[in-house]
């Protein structure tokens, strides 16, 4: 992407209402307003709130709002000229039940209150592989207990990626510290039983994993 075509969307992003982009200083000061305020001075409504984190460009945040209506859905990321094609999105077809909110994921428990979330959406994740970027994943459990401390009691995470090694090191995380596993399987469009929600929303990087064979694999579970 040229570096005008970044500015454009920069400027663009600034102008529409589902984009919010506080400064580092204003989350880590405790000066963000929104926090613990998404449901009431945001979305004006009380339903449950989901969050994909390291959303890119949003097409699942936006396809998972068009199906469920009656849940806000806010997608995180730190490049906001990619979600900006989300953003534009909602606001073309007028889906008021979706935000974008520009800021790194390492600060998501200064964007939302205790228990705020009803569920978390992670969506084909940089694995990390090398073990020197461990502290990086998203599922490592200083992580996990960034989440747990946002979530509801009974709020759920998903994980859907193609990284086999992603996939086994987090069942092996979550089996280690006794986390509750709903659901799992290391290839998703292989089993009848994989829940509709996963199957039924393919991102334009997932279609090419699924054109060149790459199984894709899902875990859904609870925070202990």
């Known amino acids: 992407m040229g570096s005008k075509n970044k500015l454009k969307r920069f400027r663009e992003n600034e102008k529409f ?10 989350l880590t ?15 004006k409504n009380d339903h ?10 949003g097409e699942y945040t936006v396809e998972l709002a ?13 490049k906001g000229a990619r979600f900006w094609r989300g953003a534009k999105t909602a606001i073309e077809e007028g889906l008021e039940n979706v935000a974008f909110v520009r800021t790194q994921i390492e600060l998501i428990e200064h964007v939302f209150a205790a ?3 009803s569920e978390i959406w992670i969506t084909f994740p940089d694995p990390q592989i090398k073990y020197k970027r461990t ?3 998203l599922t490592n459990t200083e992580f996990l207990q960034r989440y747990k401390n946002i979530l509801k009691e ?9 990284s086999e090694f992603m996939h086994g090191y987090t069942l092996g995380l979550l089996h ?21 929600e996963v199957t039924g929303i393919q991102t334009f990087y997932e279609k090419q994993y699924l054109e060149k064979g790459k199984p894709i694999t899902y875990i859904q579970f609870k925070i202990k």
């Open 17 to 26: 209402e589902n984009v919010i982009q506080p400064s580092r200083e204003e």
């Open 29 to 43: 000061d405790n000066l963000f307003e929104l926090k613990g305020r998404w449901s009431k001075d945001f979305f």
């Open 48 to 57: 449950p709130i989901v969050l994909e984190l390291g959303c890119g460009k």
């Open 66 to 78: 068009r199906q469920n209506p009656d849940k806000n859905f806010i997608g995180i990321d730190i």
């Open 115 to 117: 228990k705020e979330v």
């Open 135 to 137: 502290k990086h994943r």
């Open 154 to 162: 009974d709020g759920t995470m998903h994980l859907k990626t193609d």
């Open 176 to 196: 280690g510290e006794g986390h509750e596993i709903l659901y799992a399987h290391h290839d998703i469009y292989k089993n009848e039983y994989s829940p509709k």
